[in-house]
């Protein structure tokens, strides 16, 4: 429409000096009107459908319980293959847009958000060990489930619309906000009229009384889950109880983010069947540690475990093993990494030997002993020939960010090397730059640096590809003005 309306005016530009007073007299105001119109012109451009994003979790509970929606909650980075891979093949599909911003509250976490105080909550609650990690929370912020990895865009898909169709009731659940951000005027921005100054002569104004005492806040008015799990505390709490009350009482608490080990494990003490098919469900739900009832009663039968759940159930005990170790207390951790060690051999994990490294390297990362964690690198590199590259980045990554022994960082370059050389991956070459750099081998880093961006150029989706490379470009700059 710009376009066509500048060619057409310049279809009225006099074509000799003779005409030129009588151009400016006549025509000036239609590109007075021009210069008027060009805004709303470039502004009426469409533009793509896409998801409705928020950043803050404190903002997208307010919205989700105003509009009765659900949370969704994508932690992500920008260093994440899988995350960039989603959200340039899952995330903007129409109907994929069309169910987040109808029917969900769209919160993603990435490197920035992670520690920004208003996300600190689900952060700490959640802790993703890989990513993408997606969580599902109720539109009173309670927990529903969750995933980590990447998934198809018809998986994706279907497990939407299945969470839809299984918690349609808990939209009804939704409480009523009146204080949300997005309508509340901000107090600083609300300003008094300027008060007169009163005539030389004036009377003295009489003071004006003193307001009243704000009333008492209101009593919290509890959902009926609120109620109920309430009520189940306080029967457990006085000793009379059924074995449904701390089945239920376990559930909710989990649900609602309160400790719930001890009364799980109470009930499968209590509970005269473990085994039954409505226990076992229990049971892999419930076993979130190494110590935990239910996860001793899991390796213990875990072949009648794995002829119910199949392959999932390795998913299950890794993910606990994981989270276990990671979040051991310091003084706890080596116990617990012997708990899990324990448990691969005695559930025979398919990929234990894989899983037993992991946790090995969790636990002397957090330990920060570097030099027992390089014996480990080159000896499970070595004996399994690990031709992975995310793997071998990964870990020279981890050497990158923590480690000033010159030694240990030649060690770390040579495994960014071998990622490079099996896949010449953006990733790669930039932990390859920066590794050069910790080494004072500038030469080497600027190459290296170059090759990363020329690739991030040709990887990475034209949308996000400026600012990555941008993020990329400080990062290194910044580490070589450093040195």
């Given at each position: 429409?710009?376009?066509?309306?500048?060619?057409?005016?310049?279809?009225?530009?006099?074509?000799?000096?003779?005409?030129?007073?009588?151009?400016?007299?006549?025509?000036?105001?239609?590109?007075?009107?021009?210069?008027?119109?060009?805004?709303?012109?470039?502004?009426?451009?469409?533009?793509?459908?896409?998801?409705?994003?928020?950043?803050?979790?404190?903002?997208?509970?307010?919205?989700?319980?105003?509009?009765?929606?659900?949370?969704?909650?994508?932690?992500?980075?920008?260093?994440?293959?899988?995350?960039?891979?989603?959200?340039?093949?899952?995330?903007?599909?129409?109907?994929?847009?069309?169910?987040?911003?109808?029917?969900?509250?769209?919160?993603?976490?990435?490197?920035?958000?992670?520690?920004?105080?208003?996300?600190?909550?689900?952060?700490?609650?959640?802790?993703?060990?890989?990513?993408?990690?997606?969580?599902?929370?109720?539109?009173?912020?309670?927990?529903?489930?969750?995933?980590?990895?990447?998934?198809?865009?018809?998986?994706?898909?279907?497990?939407l619309l299945q969470l839809i169709q299984g918690n349609n009731d808990m939209l009804a659940e939704a409480p009523t906000y009146k204080n949300s951000p997005s309508t509340t005027k901000s107090i600083t921005s609300i300003h008094p009229p300027k008060a007169e100054i009163p005539n030389f002569n004036s009377p003295v104004p009489?003071?004006?009384?003193?307001?009243?005492?704000?009333?008492?806040?209101?009593?919290?008015?509890?959902?009926?889950?609120?109620?109920?799990?309430?009520?189940?505390?306080?029967?457990?709490?006085?000793?009379?109880?059924?074995?449904?009350?701390?089945?239920?009482?376990?559930?909710?608490?989990?649900?609602?983010?309160?400790?719930?080990?001890?009364?799980?494990?109470?009930?499968?003490?209590?509970?005269?069947?473990?085994?039954?098919?409505?226990?076992?469900?229990?049971?892999?739900?419930?076993?979130?540690?190494?110590?935990?009832?239910?996860?001793?009663?899991?390796?213990?039968?875990?072949?009648?475990?794995?002829?119910?759940?199949?392959?999932?159930?390795?998913?299950?005990?890794?993910?606990?093993?994981?989270?276990?170790?990671?979040?051991?207390?310091?003084?706890?951790?080596?116990?617990?990494?012997?708990?899990?060690?324990?448990?691969?051999?005695?559930?025979?994990?398919?990929?234990?030997?894989?899983?037993?490294?992991?946790?090995?390297?969790?636990?002397?990362?957090?330990?920060?002993?570097?030099?027992?964690?390089?014996?480990?690198?080159?000896?499970?590199?070595?004996?399994?020939?690990?031709?992975?590259?995310?793997?071998?980045?990964?870990?020279?990554?981890?050497?990158?960010?923590?480690?000033?022994?010159?030694?240990?960082?030649?060690?770390?370059?040579?495994?960014?090397?071998?990622?490079?050389?099996?896949?010449?991956?953006?990733?790669?070459?930039?932990?390859?730059?920066?590794?050069?750099?910790?080494?004072?081998?500038?030469?080497?880093?600027?190459?290296?640096?170059?090759?990363?961006?020329?690739?991030?150029?040709?990887?990475?989706?034209?949308?996000?590809?400026?600012?990555?490379?941008?993020?990329?470009?400080?990062?290194?700059?910044?580490?070589?003005?450093?040195?």
């Open positions: 429409m710009l376009l066509f309306a500048t060619s057409f005016l310049s279809l009225l530009l006099p074509q000799n000096k003779n005409s030129m007073k009588c151009y400016y007299s006549t025509h000036r105001f239609l590109f007075f009107f021009l210069f008027l119109i060009a805004p709303v012109l470039l502004k009426a451009q469409p533009k793509p459908l896409s998801i409705d994003i928020e950043t803050s979790w404190e903002v997208a509970k307010i919205k989700a319980a105003e509009q009765g929606k659900f949370i969704f909650v994508d932690f992500t980075s920008k260093y994440c293959g899988n995350c960039k891979k989603m959200e340039k093949e899952v995330f903007t599909k129409l109907d994929i847009v069309d169910i987040f911003n109808k029917n969900f509250i769209f919160l993603r976490i990435s490197d920035e958000e992670l520690e920004m105080p208003e996300n600190q909550e689900v952060v700490n609650n959640i802790q993703p060990a890989i990513l993408p990690a997606m969580v599902f929370y109720k539109p009173n912020a309670r927990f529903i489930d969750s995933h980590i990895g990447a998934q198809t865009y018809e998986e994706f898909f279907n497990m009489t003071p004006a009384p003193p307001a009243p005492a704000p009333p008492p806040p209101a009593k919290k008015i509890l959902t009926t889950e609120e109620a109920i799990f309430e009520n189940l505390g306080a029967k457990l709490n006085s000793g009379n109880y059924t074995l449904d009350d701390l089945k239920n009482y376990a559930y909710m608490a989990k649900s609602f983010q309160k400790p719930y080990q001890h009364v799980a494990d109470l009930y499968l003490v209590k509970t005269n069947d473990e085994l039954s098919d409505e226990n076992m469900q229990f049971i892999v739900d419930f076993a979130n540690t190494t110590t935990a009832n239910a996860t001793k009663l899991m390796v213990d039968n875990i072949a009648k475990f794995k002829e119910k759940y199949g392959t999932k159930i390795n998913i299950r005990i890794s993910e606990t093993l994981r989270n276990s170790v990671r979040n051991a207390p310091e003084s706890e951790k080596k116990l617990v990494l012997d708990q899990a060690l324990a448990i691969i051999d005695k559930a025979k994990l398919p990929d234990g030997n894989l899983l037993s490294f992991e946790l090995k390297g969790m636990y002397y990362q957090g330990t920060k002993n570097w030099r027992e964690y390089t014996k480990l690198c080159k000896k499970y590199i070595e004996q399994f020939e690990i031709s992975e590259h995310v793997l071998l980045n990964n870990i020279a990554t981890t050497y990158a960010e923590n480690v000033d022994d010159p030694e240990l960082l030649k060690q770390a370059l040579l495994w960014a090397k071998k990622s490079v050389a099996i896949e010449p991956h953006y990733d790669n070459y930039q932990t390859c730059a920066i590794l050069h750099i910790r080494l004072n081998d500038m030469d080497s880093a600027n190459n290296c640096k170059t090759q990363c961006l020329e690739l991030a150029a040709i990887e990475l989706d034209e949308r996000i590809a400026k600012e990555i490379i941008n993020d990329i470009v400080k990062k290194l700059d910044k580490l070589i003005s450093e040195q």
